[in-house]
C-alpha cells in the first residue's frame, strides 16, 4: 500500500506532456528544478534505479547530448545519422543504468561526493555488489534546458 501511495505522488507530481518542458517535479521528497543541485539528482537515480522507477528515470535522461553523441559516432564512421526519437533515447539510457545497476545491492548505494563545474559535473557513489565487494561509480551530468540532467554510463571504478 505504502508502494502504491509513493508511485501515485510521484506520478501526479510529474505535470508534463510528452513534449513539453517541466518547470520542476517531486521524487522521494526531492523537488528537481533549475536550482537543484547534482548529488541531489544523483540521490534521485538512485533512489528510482533501486525501484526501477522508469517514470522517473526518463525525466532524469541527457537527452539532447546523448543524441548529440550519437550523431557524432555515425560521422566518425562515415555514415549519414539516423534520426532517433527522444523516447528511444531514454530507453537505451535507462537500459544500461538498469543493466550496470543490476549487479549492486539494492538500498546499499550512497553518494560520497562530487565535482561540479558550469555545464557539466560528475557525482561520486559507493554501492555494494552482490558478491559483497564495495565499488565507486562516477554519475556524469550535463546542463540542459537549465536543468542537471544524467548522461548514459555510469561508470564503475
Known amino acids: 500500500m505504502k508502494k502504491i501511495f509513493i508511485l501515485f505522488i510521484i506520478l501526479s507530481s510529474i505535470s508534463c506532456k510528452k513534449n513539453e518542458k517541466f518547470k520542476s517535479f ?9 536550482t537543484t543541485e547534482p548529488m541531489k539528482i544523483a ?3 538512485i533512489k528510482a534505479l533501486d525501484e526501477e522507477n522508469d517514470s522517473v528515470l526518463k525525466l532524469l535522461v541527457a537527452v539532447k547530448s546523448e543524441k548529440n553523441a550519437i550523431k557524432e559516432i555515425y560521422k566518425k564512421y562515415y555514415q549519414k545519422p539516423r534520426e532517433m526519437k527522444d523516447e528511444n533515447i531514454r530507453k537505451l539510457v535507462i537500459s544500461g543504468w538498469m543493466l550496470t545497476y543490476s549487479f549492486f545491492e ?5 553518494i560520497t561526493g562530487d565535482k561540479v563545474g558550469e555545464d557539466s559535473a560528475f557525482v561520486y557513489a559507493s554501492g ?6 564495495r ?3 562516477m554519475i556524469r551530468m550535463v546542463k540542459e534546458d ?7 554510463g555510469i561508470k564503475e571504478f
Open 26 to 34: 517531486t521524487a522521494y521528497g526531492i523537488t528537481i528544478d533549475s
Open 43 to 45: 540521490e534521485v537515480l
Open 106 to 110: 539494492k538500498g546499499n548505494t550512497y
Open 128 to 133: 555494494l555488489k552482490i558478491n559483497g565487494e
Open 135 to 137: 565499488r565507486n561509480m
Open 146 to 152: 537549465g536543468f542537471w540532467k544524467v548522461l548514459g
